[in-house]
């Protein structure tokens, strides 16, 4: 017996006492992915979120909210924590280098957020400019579709109103087109790394005439959970109204979210939208939206052009001189749609008018006038897919849009426990194809607190979805904040595999 079958026999050995051996059939010769074809979805066993630092203000006062979706074939047992990151933000200097404040973790007050069992949401609330950045994981029957939303409420000051977000997973590439640089607008971006090595990651800006110069947002070093905001007017020489803003990861993985606070429309968090696709829906425009401006960028080396949709609650209707867009190759490009919707529940869809080119893109929404303006931002969204998940709904001011851009989609909609009391109620939806529904919400019967909403496509065809989340103010416009709601990634997969021990004579 040669040295080679006798190495490949202690691996083999080795492999089959910890994990057991298993091979994948090969795909048939008509070229059928039988092994994809037997691929069984089953609930993740271990999920990871980020939450960045929610306010520098010491008005702030902010509400977290975990939520775990029942789900079926989940384990039995379970946990779900939250805990603070290590905290440093960085600023660029008149010199041009890094101005670091480096904060004591164990010495900040953290949200003690204590998940409940799946199907009933737990919230926690904080107040003033202190709260840290905070790393949460889930095991066992807590991981599939854990969802933490973050809402702050700013009483003045810059970015007054309501900014939202939900925790992030972490991966290595993100996309913020809907940035800014100019005078009224302070944006950060926040960068969280979970893991126990540290993350190094590119910050990349590109304005109207595209990438900014810039060379202190390269090789920013993430401290192992750990967290660092970046204020963007920082980080190049330039005022550029609308940004895009790329966070690529060299090494590791980070959350990252870009805060926007502008001094005279408030702000909010402005989310990753979906990756570069040549067609994009936008959902969930508010239906008393007064501006409407859409911001698109193509990271590729060809310009796009782009057919221009609204789904409005009777089809598809194109928004007034704005028929065909077109993206200069490198530079992000803005248009104003003013009050796009007109009195009525509406998405974007954009599709390309030949060839598709990949395209990034978000919207900024502003409800109300004058000094009574607020704004919110909507990213270009992934479907629904299998489930996604919305929580922090109160019985007042919540609204669930529905889009189904191709064809005519049926949803179910279920409405969890109370956070302090109450019992689940769901109902379904046909969504007719082109169209756009605000739909009448299941409230849960005798809530109290607030509570969670799950949408599941039942049949028919794709699905978006958004949620905005409305807290009146005596003298002033509605603050608001719109949520995608993509997929929740509460389901993986998993290929089906057998014992095979005849790769040992290959």
Same mark, same amino acid.
């Given at each position: 017996?040669?040295?080679?079958?006798?190495?490949?026999?202690?691996?083999?050995?080795?492999?089959?006492?910890?994990?057991?051996?298993?091979?994948?059939?090969?795909?048939?010769?008509?070229?059928?992915?039988?092994?994809?074809?037997?691929?069984?979805?089953?609930?993740?066993?271990?999920?990871?979120?980020?939450?960045?630092?929610?306010?520098?203000?010491?008005?702030?006062?902010?509400?977290?909210?975990?939520?775990?979706?029942?789900?079926?074939?989940?384990?039995?047992?379970?946990?779900?924590?939250?805990?603070?990151?290590?905290?440093?933000?960085?600023?660029?200097?008149?010199?041009?280098?890094?101005?670091?404040?480096?904060?004591?973790?164990?010495?900040?007050?953290?949200?003690?957020?204590?998940?409940?069992?799946?199907?009933?949401?737990?919230?926690?609330?904080?107040?003033?400019?202190?709260?840290?950045?905070?790393?949460?994981?889930?095991?066992?029957?807590?991981?599939?579709?854990?969802?933490?939303?973050?809402?702050?409420?700013?009483?003045?000051?810059?970015?007054?109103?309501?900014?939202?977000?939900?925790?992030?997973?972490?991966?290595?590439?993100?996309?913020?087109?809907?940035?800014?640089?100019?005078?009224?607008?302070?944006?950060?971006?926040?960068?969280?790394?979970?893991?126990?090595?540290?993350?190094?990651?590119?910050?990349?800006?590109?304005?109207?005439?595209?990438?900014?110069?810039?060379?202190?947002?390269?090789?920013?070093?993430?401290?192992?959970?750990?967290?660092?905001?970046?204020?963007?007017?920082?980080?190049?020489?330039?005022?550029?109204?609308?940004?895009?803003?790329?966070?690529?990861?060299? @090494?590791?993985? $980070? !959350? /990252?979210?870009?805060? +926007?606070? &502008?001094?005279?429309?408030? =702000?909010?968090? #402005?989310?990753?939208? %979906?990756?570069?696709?040549?067609?994009?829906?936008?959902?969930?425009?508010?239906?008393?939206?007064?501006?409407?401006?859409?911001?698109?960028?193509?990271?590729?080396?060809?310009?796009?052009?782009?057919?221009?949709?609204?789904?409005?609650?009777?089809?598809?209707?194109?928004?007034?001189?704005?028929?065909?867009?077109?993206?200069?190759?490198?530079?992000?490009?803005?248009?104003?749609?003013?009050?796009?919707?007109?009195?009525?529940?509406?998405?974007?869809?954009?599709?390309?008018?030949?060839?598709?080119?990949?395209?990034?893109?978000?919207?900024?929404?502003?409800?109300?006038?004058?000094?009574?303006?607020?704004?919110?931002?909507?990213?270009? @969204?992934?479907? $629904? !897919? /299998?489930?996604?998940? +919305?929580? &922090?709904?109160?019985?007042? =001011?919540?609204? #669930?849009?529905?889009? %189904?851009?191709?064809?005519?989609?049926?949803?179910?909609?279920?409405?969890?426990?109370?956070?302090?009391?109450?019992?689940?109620?769901?109902?379904?939806?046909?969504?007719?194809?082109?169209?756009?529904?605000?739909?009448?919400?299941?409230?849960?019967?005798?809530?109290?607190?607030?509570?969670?909403?799950?949408?599941?496509?039942?049949?028919?065809?794709?699905?978006?979805?958004?949620?905005?989340?409305?807290?009146?103010?005596?003298?002033?416009?509605?603050?608001?904040?719109?949520?995608?709601?993509?997929?929740?990634?509460?389901?993986?997969?998993?290929?089906?595999?057998?014992?095979?021990?005849?790769?040992?004579?290959?």
């Amino acid at each position: 017996m040669n040295r080679t079958t006798l190495s490949l026999i202690a691996v083999a050995t080795a492999l089959a006492a910890v994990t057991g051996f298993a091979a994948l059939s090969a795909p048939d010769p008509s070229g059928t992915d039988t092994a994809a074809a037997s691929a069984a979805r089953l609930p993740v066993e271990r999920t990871s979120l980020t939450c960045p630092a929610p306010s520098t203000s010491d008005l702030a006062e902010t509400a977290y909210t975990s939520f775990t979706p029942v789900t079926k074939g989940a384990e039995a047992e379970g946990k779900a924590g939250l805990e603070a990151a290590a905290h440093k933000a960085v600023d660029a200097g008149e010199d041009g280098e890094k101005a670091e404040d480096e904060d004591d973790a164990e010495k900040a007050e953290k949200p003690a957020v204590q998940p409940k069992e799946p199907g009933t949401p737990a919230t926690a609330r904080t107040t003033g400019a202190d709260t840290p950045a905070l790393i949460g994981t889930a095991e066992g029957s807590h991981a599939p579709g854990w969802t933490v939303q973050q809402t702050t409420e700013v009483a003045a000051g810059s970015g007054r109103g309501l900014q939202g977000v939900n925790c992030t997973a972490p991966d290595t590439d993100f996309w913020f087109p809907g940035a800014s640089t100019a005078p009224e607008r302070t944006d950060y971006v926040h960068l969280t790394n979970p893991d126990d090595s540290p993350a190094v990651v590119d910050v990349e800006l590109y304005g109207k005439d595209g990438a900014v110069e810039s060379t202190v947002a390269e090789g920013v070093t993430v401290p192992a959970h750990g967290t660092e905001s970046l204020l963007l007017s920082t980080l190049g020489d330039t005022q550029e109204a609308d940004l895009t803003v790329h966070v690529g990861v060299r @090494s590791g993985r $980070v !959350g /990252a979210a870009v805060q +926007a606070l &502008d001094d005279k429309t408030g =702000g909010d968090w #402005l989310a990753a939208a %979906a990756d570069p696709a040549g067609s994009l829906v936008l959902p969930g425009i508010p239906k008393d939206a007064t501006d409407v401006r859409l911001l698109l960028f193509t990271p590729g080396g060809t310009d796009a052009d782009l057919k221009v949709r609204l789904a409005s609650p009777t089809g598809q209707i194109t928004p007034a001189g704005h028929e065909t867009v077109r993206v200069k190759a490198g530079m992000t490009t803005g248009f104003d749609l003013g009050e796009v919707t007109r009195g009525e529940a509406g998405s974007l869809v954009l599709t390309p008018t030949d060839r598709s080119v990949p395209v990034v893109a978000a919207l900024r929404v502003v409800r109300g006038k004058g000094d009574a303006r607020e704004t919110a931002f909507i990213p270009a @969204s992934r479907p $629904v !897919g /299998a489930r996604a998940t +919305a929580v &922090d709904n109160r019985a007042k =001011g919540t609204v #669930l849009s529905l889009t %189904a851009p191709v064809k005519e989609a049926k949803v179910k909609v279920t409405a969890s426990a109370g956070s302090e009391g109450g019992t689940t109620a769901s109902r379904t939806y046909t969504i007719k194809g082109g169209t756009t529904q605000d739909v009448e919400l299941p409230v849960p019967a005798g809530l109290k607190g607030t509570y969670a909403l799950t949408v599941e496509p039942v049949s028919g065809g794709p699905v978006y979805a958004a949620r905005t989340l409305t807290q009146p103010e005596n003298d002033k416009a509605a603050a608001f904040t719109v949520q995608t709601l993509p997929d929740d990634r509460g389901m993986v997969a998993v290929p089906k595999a057998e014992e095979d021990l005849t790769v040992l004579q290959r």
